[in-house]
T-cell receptor
Framework: GAGVSQSPSNKVTEKGKDVELRCDPI?????LYWYRQSLGQGLEFLIY????????KSGLPSDRFSAERTGGSVSTLTIQRTQQEDSAVYLC????????????FGQGTRLTVV | GDSVTQMEGPVTLSEEAFLTINCTYT??????LFWYVQYPGEGLQLLLK?????DKGSNKGFEATYRKETTSFHLEKGSVQVSDSAVYFC??????????FGKGTTLSVSS
């Protein structure tokens, strides 16, 4: 597609349930990033995939969070046993190799845990 | 670790006013610096960047100069428009890891 696509755009879930958020990066982009945007907290880095290298998971806040990237393209961010503090907008971005400055962002998934 | 601090908003201006949004950074090396903008209902997009000291990034009438001596990258525009209303994020990268963002500054411009 023309840009980074994320789905769903909105997700409401009950505390304790698992959720999966999807990201379709721009075709040909080898780098993919997940960020979390919370009110008043800016953009928090979660995880970074680059080609076939091991992902940089240093930003994942707990072991309830995990992400995978299949075939070097689509990525899924999974949050297990969701908590209310997980409520945020989850943003995905992609870029060519390590050209971080040219990262293109999706419109995000707004997650609300009730 | 590396970090970015930007002025808290919201910033409220009248059309044609001068804009400054302050941004300072802490980094062990010599990072590249960026300003991203998030218009209402849209995704983040790169506004401008500077990759080394004294470089000036510019786009859409916005400018920012990489000041190593003051570790700053303040965003300026001489005459804002209503269409500039958005959230602005200062960010840095050392080229090896993902972008590190500030908390964002909301700009509201009225006619």
């Amino acid at each position: 597609g023309a840009g980074v696509s994320q789905s769903p755009s909105n997700k409401v879930t009950e505390k304790g349930k698992d959720v999966e958020l999807r990201c379709d990066p721009i075709s040909g982009h080898t780098a993919l990033y997940w960020y979390r945007q919370s009110l008043g907290q800016g953009l928090e880095f979660l995880i970074y995939f680059q080609g076939n290298s091991a992902p940089d998971k240093s930003g994942l806040p707990s072991d309830r969070f995990s992400a995978e990237r299949t075939g070097g393209s689509v990525s899924t961010l999974t949050i297990q046993r969701t908590q209310q503090e997980d409520s945020a907008v989850y943003l995905c971005a992609s870029s060519l190799e390590r050209e971080v400055s040219e990262a293109f962002f999706g419109q995000g998934t707004r997650l609300t845990v009730v | 670790g590396d970090s970015v601090t930007q002025m808290e908003g919201p910033v409220t201006l009248s059309e044609e006013a001068f804009l400054t949004i302050n941004c300072t950074y802490t980094a062990t090396g010599y990072p590249s610096l960026f300003w991203y903008v998030q218009y209402p209902g849209e995704g983040l997009q790169l506004l401008l960047k500077a990759t080394k000291a004294d470089d000036k990034g510019s786009n859409k009438g916005f400018e920012a100069t990489y000041r190593k001596e003051t570790t700053s990258f303040h965003l300026e525009k001489g005459s804002v428009q209503v269409s500039d209303s958005a959230v602005y994020f200062c960010a840095l990268s050392d080229g090896m890891t993902a972008l590190i963002f500030g908390k964002g500054t909301t700009l509201s411009v009225s006619s």
